[in-house]
């Protein structure tokens, strides 16, 4: 098993920055893809971003393209997600994720999952 751990949400007013961590823990994590989710009050699950475990490639969601960026680093098995320009509609519940495998858009892709972290963006 892994055991995926998110912290670093909260409170911030539009235009603010947040950078959430995701600690990662249980098994080797040399062929794991990582990515965020997020789920919006009312709304179903949406893809944020994602990449891979070597670090060499990204993909963030439409929405989110040119203000949050994915990171890791592997020696602290530890993927992190910075937000800057936030927006009322960044607001959700967001979840870190561990693919056996590749990452990407799908939420299937997935195999275990973070209990998620509130972030919300006062207006």
């Known amino acids: 098993q892994v055991q995926l751990v998110e912290s670093g949400g909260g409170v911030v007013q539009a235009g603010g920055s947040l950078r959430l961590s995701c600690a990662a823990s249980g098994r080797t994590f040399s062929r794991y893809g990582m990515g965020w989710f997020r789920r919006a009050p009312g709304k179903e699950r949406e893809f944020v971003a994602a990449v891979s475990w070597t670090g060499d490639t990204t993909y963030t969601a439409d929405s989110v393209k040119g203000r949050f960026t994915i990171s890791r680093d592997n020696g602290k098995n530890t993927v992190y997600l910075r937000m800057n320009t936030l927006k009322p509609e960044d607001t959700a519940v967001y979840y870190c994720?561990?693919?056996?495998?590749?990452?990407?858009?799908?939420?299937?892709?997935?195999?275990?999952w973070g209990q998620g972290t509130q972030v919300t963006v006062s207006s």
């Open positions: 994720a561990a693919a056996n495998g590749y990452s990407g858009s799908d939420h299937r892709l997935y195999d275990y």
